[in-house]
């Protein structure tokens, strides 16, 4: 789902699904276009989703938000980029910031 309006926090969390005994989302930011796409079981149907919209892959990057921690952790396999990003973790710091960015852009604390 393309996030459309800022969002809060608590309203957020009714799509977060369980995982490892922790509530949490995943969620695919495009860089560029400063937009997000949530609540999917894969990132890849977010990123397909964001293509469709109009975004360029190079531009997105999946990641995950974990409730109980407030915590983004920069995990999916669409990050993995042969030529720019060898691992699933967005290693380069300046993506995670612009990332984080643009999260908490669209959904805020109380």
């Not at 996030?3 to 930011?29: P, R, W, Y």
């Not at 691992?87 to 984080?100: G, H, Q």
Request: charged share 30%.
């Amino acid at each position: 789902m393309l996030m459309t309006d800022a969002i809060k926090q608590a309203d957020f969390s009714n799509c977060a699904h369980t995982n490892f005994g922790e509530l949490m989302v995943k969620l695919v930011a495009d860089l560029q276009k400063e937009c997000l796409a949530y609540d999917a079981p894969w990132h890849a149907d977010l990123e397909a989703e964001l293509i469709e919209a109009g975004s360029a892959q190079a531009d997105l990057w999946g990641f995950n938000y974990y409730f109980e921690r407030d915590e983004l952790e920069y995990n999916s396999l669409i990050n993995i980029r042969p030529l720019e990003n060898k691992s699933s973790d967005i290693l380069n710091p300046e993506i995670c910031a612009e990332v984080e960015k643009i999260f908490r852009k669209w959904v805020r604390g109380e």
